[in-house]
């Protein structure tokens, strides 16, 4: 009887999570800038807000426990729009943050592993008459090209520039530019391997000489 109950929860709740689901058919999914054909974020949900600033391409899909959100409460005016765009079939992966206060720029197909946290802003503490929390550092705009690949627990931080076809390794975070087609790992990240047309894949410039270390 317990087998049959649970078999029985645990098809209920699979039809739950699709039914709850957010796409462009339902209410939650017109509030949204764009939500593009065949998208969905996928219930449940952490946070969701000030949708309107965030546009979603086509046959895209936010797995479950995702939080993405424009500017820090609901019904914050933000000064740009879209504030977050996330591409055409792309893949955020599960329990994975999008926090976008000016502009977050997510190419086509990219796809991430769990946990992802993507920001284009960061807290101060330069001032220690005042709490970290209460202290903000300007808005740098973040950019992840088409065809990149955010391993699990990757970190992009404000200024963050990812090139096209970019891998990046787990627990990466990523603070400024890679160039378009590059395997980067590290906190903060760095270039390891990198394609050329004439050599194609080979290390880094500075790993040449002992690739190994």
């Not at 998208?39 to 807000?49: E, R």
């Not at 000030?50 to 409460?73: D, F, K, Q």
């Not at 329990?95 to 206060?101: F, T, Y």
Request: charged share 15%.
């Amino acid at each position: 009887m317990g087998n049959v109950m649970g078999n029985f929860v645990a098809s209920r709740w699979e039809d739950w999570q699709f039914t709850a689901s957010i796409t462009n058919k339902t209410a939650r999914g017109k509030k949204f800038k764009q939500f593009g054909d065949g998208s969905l974020i996928a219930f449940p949900w952490v946070t969701i807000y000030n949708e309107h600033y965030i546009e979603i391409g086509a046959n895209t899909m936010l797995g479950p426990y995702c939080a993405l959100s424009a500017g820090m409460m609901p019904g914050q005016e933000c000064l740009t729009s879209p504030v977050v765009r996330i591409g055409d079939r792309c893949l955020i992966g599960r329990g994975s943050g999008i926090v976008g206060h000016l502009a977050i720029d997510i190419g086509n197909d990219v796809w991430t592993g769990h946990h992802v946290y993507i920001t284009d802003q960061n807290h101060g503490y330069q001032d220690v008459t005042r709490p970290i929390s209460q202290q903000t550092q300007p808005e740098q705009p973040v950019r992840i090209g088409d065809g990149s690949w955010l391993g699990t627990g990757t970190v992009v931080l404000p200024g963050a520039n990812i090139g096209r076809h970019v891998a990046v390794g787990a627990n990466s975070v990523v603070t400024g530019t890679l160039p378009d087609y590059c395997v980067a790992v590290g906190a903060p990240a760095r270039v390891i391997r990198q394609y050329s047309p004439d050599s194609g894949w080979t290390p880094a410039q500075e790993f040449a000489v002992n690739p190994d270390r």
